[in-house]
Structures are given as structure tokens and as C-alpha cells.
């Protein structure tokens, strides 16, 4: 499969737990995303990366998030001590940059946290 | 409001009917993207538009783009059952690199 992989699908949680979700990306993308999405909502943009630099954070990316693309290939996002407003699903996409800036993005299946 | 925004929220059809979906925004983009989401899966990369073009099509799809008016309109012809999902609008900003989505349409095509 040479699509977006995440893992886990889903994580159920305890209030006050730390949680990491893992991103990798279609190989020769060195675009990397994170969005978040809300039941009845659209994607809502955290943070990306190219190779593996985090180029902009989103002021919904609090201090609690953190994001690593240490090699420039797969990603993870750490969410600490989660609070119930962090349950949503989390998903990641991937996209090769060109100057004239087309970029189409390839989303992955998501991962669903639930935080009790 | 935020940008992206797509109208109606809900669309209801019967299978071999067209169905169209709107989108608005609010500043200049590069590009816009519409997808698919089933529920509670990722989302599908459909259609891209760039900001110098005014239509494109894709086999059953058929996108415009009116950056005068700042709206865009999917259109699906002969629709069936397995269309039924949500379609996100999706614009890239000029100087930006994120994707900024609309609230979506849910479209549901009855057998």
C-alpha cells in the first residue's frame, strides 16, 4: 500500500494521559500535515512540515501539542495531559511542494481519539 | 464565518439525479480542492481548481470557479447510492501552504 498510514486508528483515553499518534506519509512526499476534525465539522489545520522542518503551528496547537518529523519521513503528534476538548479525529496528509504551489493533498484514514 | 464555506449543509437526492454543491470564500487562493469523506473515514482527494481556471471536469464531476464572485460549485451527474458522503471544499491560500475547509455539504442519494 504507497498511500498515508496512521496509527492507531483509534486510542481511547483517560483524562490527564499523554497520547502519541503516528503519520507516514507517501514516500517521496516531503510535505507533511496535521489536521484536526470535529464531529459534524471540517478538517481544521495544526501543523506541517517540509522534510523535516515545521514551517507554521496553528494557534489551535497548544503547548499540551507537540510535532516531530525527526527524519523528514514518518511524523508523530503528542498530545499531554489530554482533556476531553481534545477528542476528535486526527488526520494526517501528504503532498510533494512545487514553486507554482499546486499542491494536491493525500489524506490518511485518521485516528480517532476519545478522551473519558 | 470561516473561510470555505459550503452550501447546502444537507442535500437529498434520488439516484440518477445531479447534484450540486456550492462554496464560498473569503481571500485570494491558489487553488481550490473539493473531497469526499465517508463517515468517519479520510477523506478523498476528488478535483483541484486552479485560480486561472474557470472549469474543469473529472469523469462524473464538474467543477467552476468564479474568483470574481469567490465561489466554486460541484456538480455530480447521474448520482448513485455509493456517492453518498460528505464533500468538503477545500481553498489554498496565495502565500500559504495549509488548506483551509469549509463546514461541508452531506449529500445522501437514495437507492
Known amino acids: 500500500d504507497t498511500g498515508v498510514s496512521q496509527n492507531p486508528r483509534h486510542k481511547i483515553t483517560k483524562r490527564g494521559q499523554n497520547v502519541t499518534f503516528r503519520c507516514d506519509p507517501i514516500s517521496e512526499h516531503n510535505r507533511l500535515y496535521w489536521y484536526r476534525q470535529t464531529l459534524g465539522q471540517g478538517p481544521e489545520f495544526l501543523t506541517y512540515f517540509q522534510n523535516e522542518a515545521q514551517l507554521e503551528k496553528s494557534r489551535l496547537l497548544s503547548d499540551r501539542f507537540s510535532a516531530e518529523r525527526p527524519k523528514g519521513s514518518f511524523s508523530t503528534l503528542e498530545i499531554q495531559r489530554t482533556e476531553q476538548g481534545d477528542s476528535a479525529m486526527y488526520l494526517c496528509?501528504?503532498?510533494?511542494?512545487?514553486?507554482?504551489?499546486?499542491?494536491?493533498?493525500?489524506f490518511g484514514p485518521g485516528t480517532r481519539l476519545t478522551v473519558t | 464565518s470561516q473561510q470555505g464555506e459550503e452550501d447546502p449543509q444537507a442535500l437529498s437526492i434520488q439516484e440518477g439525479e445531479n447534484a450540486t454543491m456550492n462554496c464560498s470564500y473569503k481571500?485570494?487562493?491558489?487553488?481550490l480542492q473539493w473531497y469526499r469523506q465517508n463517515s468517519g473515514r479520510g477523506l478523498v482527494h476528488l478535483i483541484l481548481?486552479?485560480?486561472?481556471?474557470r472549469e474543469k471536469h473529472s469523469g462524473r464531476l464538474r467543477v467552476t470557479l468564479d474568483t470574481s464572485k469567490k465561489s466554486s460549485s460541484l456538480l455530480i451527474t447521474a448520482s448513485r447510492a455509493a456517492d453518498t458522503a460528505s464533500y468538503f471544499c477545500?481553498?489554498?491560500?496565495?502565500?500559504?501552504?495549509?488548506?483551509?475547509f469549509g463546514e461541508g455539504t452531506q449529500l445522501t442519494v437514495n437507492p
Open positions: 481571500t485570494s487562493i491558489n487553488n
Open positions: 477545500a481553498t489554498l491560500k496565495t502565500s500559504g501552504s495549509r488548506l483551509t
Open positions: 481548481i486552479r485560480s486561472n481556471e
Open positions: 496528509a501528504s503532498s510533494t511542494a512545487f514553486w507554482t504551489g499546486y499542491h494536491e493533498q493525500y
